[in-house]
């Protein structure tokens, strides 16, 4: 599989340690062997006393996290080391002895349960992952967008002309902008945004404005 994302999480029992920790991993002088096995620079982010390095296969991980172990054991430092690996259909990290979805069905059975379990928790949160914000070129326009949207089940709040149209997951804003595209007046601009995003690799605010002409 292409494009894989794995991390060792590295939580630390006194939050102190964690920029020395940090700073000692980045400036780690590593024999040829080590580095041929990490497959590159490792990249390493700290939030507190959790640190996670990221690596590119399970190999790289792997040595990432004997490394990150020798280093806890040289600075008489005590804590927990986790392997995970992120899982593109159900959008979060997950152990590393899990297996992923080989089969399309698999996955599809997997991004229907995450779906499903983001549009739950939102429900009950009043809050989506995700939204479509969608800028109609007036006023008019944008209430009545509104309650074709809300007809259709949509979870849709209006200000003024400005729309926000949650969604639980990326593929479901896509889907949304999608149809918005088709239906919307001309003028209307609509942008595709993420409010909580679980990949912690990226920030991400917004993407893809699309204007109507």
Known sequence: MTNEEWRVEVDLDDEKHGFTLAERIRALDLDEEARKRLGGALTVTRDGPHMFLYATSEEAVREAERVAGELLEAEDLSGNLRLTRWHPDAEEWIDASVPLPQTEEQREAERRRHEEAETAEAAQEGA??????????????????????????????????????????????????????????????????????????????????????
Do not use: C, N
């Open 128 to 213: 989506w992952d995700y939204e479509v914000h969608v800028d109609p070129p007036g006023h008019r326009e944008a209430v009545e967008l509104e309650e074709r949207l809300k007809a259709e089940g949509l979870p849709v709040s209006r200000r003024w002309k400005h729309l926000r149209v949650g969604a639980p997951t990326d593929e479901r804003a896509e889907e949304i902008a999608a149809r918005l595209r088709s239906i919307a007046p001309e003028g209307t601009e609509v942008t595709i945004g993420a409010t909580a995003l679980q990949h912690p690799a990226f920030v991400f605010f917004g993407r893809a404005l699309d204007r109507f002409r």
